[in-house]
Structures are given as C-alpha cells and as structure tokens.
C-alpha cells in the first residue's frame, strides 16, 4: 500500500478504524482465552485446546497485521532485521491456521468414529506434541525465507531500512517457488484431511449404533473448518482480486487495498469464536458469564468512586 499519497484525514480514519477493529477483535477473542484458562475443565480436553490454540493464534496474527499496517503510515522505512523477524513471525501465524483446522477435524473423526480409542490417541500431552509440531512445520519455510536473503544477498542488508512488506522484503523468485511448493503442499493436505474426515463421519452418522446428534455436530463442524479454510485462502487471491478492481477503479487504488486488507486479514479473525466458541454452549455459557461480569464491575466501579468523592 501506497500510504504517502493518502492525505492526513484519510490516513488517519484507516489507521483509527483497523487499530478499532484489531481492539474489539481482540477483546472478544481474549474473552474466550480467559473462559479457557478459568475452566480446568477447557483445558484437559484436547478439542478446546485446540480451538484456543486457533484463538490465540489469531490474536498473534491481528496483532501483527494492524502494527505492521500503522507503521507503514507511521515510519515506512524499518530496520531490515527486525522487519524480518515480524514478517517471518506473522508468516508463521498465517501457516498455523489452516494446519490448526486440520487438527481439529482429526480430532472430531476420532471423537466419532473411534471412540474407545479417543482418550489415548487424543491425550492433552499428544494434543501440546501437535501444537509444537504445527509451529515446526510453519517455522521452518519461514526461516527458509530468511536462508534465501543470506544465500543471495551481502550480511550488509541486514543493517538497511526498507519498506516493510512482505514482497519487498522477500520478493526473488527462490521466495516465490518456496511459497508456492510450501502452500500447495500445506493446503492440499489440509484438504484432503477435512474431506476424509467429513466423510468418514458423515458414514459414521448413518450407522445405526452412531450417536446420531454428536455426528452430526461433528459434521456441520467440519463443514465450518472447511469455510474458515476458505475464508483463510483470502490472502492468496487477494492480489488477483486488487490487479481486477485496480484496473477497473485506478482513482480508487488506496479504498481498494485497504478494504482488501480489512477483508482478508482483519474480519476473518473474528469468525474463530463466531464459528466455535458461540456454538459450543459450554464454551459459550462461561464466555457470557465472564462478559456480564465486566460488564457489570466496570458500571459498578464508577458509583463506587462517585460515593467515595
């Protein structure tokens, strides 16, 4: 994005709106991790692990996003290195979701249709073994990419400023094979685990000593990773679909990339806990609970102080 043509006002309404937007965002998301972390209960079961694993990893990821997108406005140029490691670290993070969805609907087939085994193949301790190998297997195309630059380029580079984007930062064509073997890999695989699961589950639902209701939960919620995983691919077409409506609106080049940004970045944060934590009704009976209670201290606090004046 081309910040430096956008006036000051404008520039300041995006920043105000995706600092607002990554604020409530987060609000909501950390009300959801504190309902995990109250509740022994959330976190000896591998399913919530997992979806609070998903949970606060997009907090991570919004966090990234919206400081990356203030300083482009704020301070363009930065420091290469540390440039680097936040593109590296928020690389990671776009890697981990859809891996994360992966997981989960593993976990829903085993849930379903291997249920005297469930305990021992979905243990908390081979559910914090998936999370370490998820963040391996994201981790490492990620320093892939810092491994590139060194091959290429003089240690030099390292002290100079540059634009902080991802393109600008590792934009060869070593780094666009890379991303394009590692992303083909990464999302067929994913695919192919959730239709095997869905359907393996949906067999499942049809089987007369199934429990009927808990396989269909489990399908609709396979479905629902296979729409987050969609909605995760985003930033893939993202640049096919700026280059269409470039060319169709040029004067509107800045409103086009930021409502594209907003699109794929900030908005799909907010489905993890649409999608999950409010359907699941124990999830969502103690996230209420929390809420309301905030809710209700931060209206209580302020006629304590007014009686103590």
């Not at 404008?10 to 937007?21: E, S």
């Not at 919004?62 to 490691?85: E, K, Q």
């Not at 930062?169 to 780094?175: K, R």
Request: charged residues 10%.
């Amino acid at each position: 994005m081309n910040s430096s043509r956008d006036a000051f006002e404008d520039a300041f309404m995006k920043n105000f709106i995706a600092v607002g937007l990554g604020v409530i965002i987060t609000y909501i998301n950390g009300i959801f991790v504190l309902a995990f972390f109250k509740n022994p209960f959330f976190y000896t079961n591998p399913r919530y692990i997992l979806y609070i694993h998903l949970v606060i990893n997009d907090i991570i990821m919004l966090f990234l996003s919206v400081v990356l997108h203030v300083v482009s406005y704020a301070a363009p140029l930065m420091n290469f290195t540390l440039c680097s490691v936040l593109i590296m670290v928020s690389s990671a993070t776009a890697e981990n979701s859809p891996l994360n969805l992966a997981g989960m609907a593993l976990e829903r087939y085993i849930a379903i249709c291997k249920p005297l085994h469930h305990h021992q193949l979905c243990s908390v301790n081979r559910t914090y073994i998936l999370i370490g190998l998820i963040w391996f297997l994201t981790f490492v195309p990620a320093l892939t990419d810092i491994i590139i630059v060194l091959v290429n380029e003089p240690i030099s580079i390292f002290s100079t400023s540059v634009i902080c984007y991802s393109k600008s930062v590792f934009g060869s064509n070593q780094h666009l094979m890379k991303m394009i073997i590692v992303e083909s890999l990464y999302l067929s695989c994913v695919w192919m685990t959730l239709i095997f699961t869905y359907f393996k589950v949906l067999q499942a639902a049809k089987a007369a000593t199934t429990d009927q209701v808990s396989a269909r939960k489990a399908r609709n919620t396979i479905l629902l990773h296979g729409l987050q995983l969609l909605l995760c691919m985003l930033t893939y077409i993202t640049p096919s679909v700026n280059y269409f409506f470039l060319a169709l609106f040029p004067k509107s080049r800045s409103t086009i990339l930021f409502t594209s940004y907003l699109m794929s970045n900030v908005i799909p944060r907010l489905l993890s806990p649409l999608i999950y934590g409010v359907r699941d009704q124990k999830m969502y009976r103690y996230v209420r609970m929390y809420l309301t209670c905030i809710l209700f201290s931060q209206k209580v606090q302020p006629k304590a102080n007014g009686i103590k004046s």
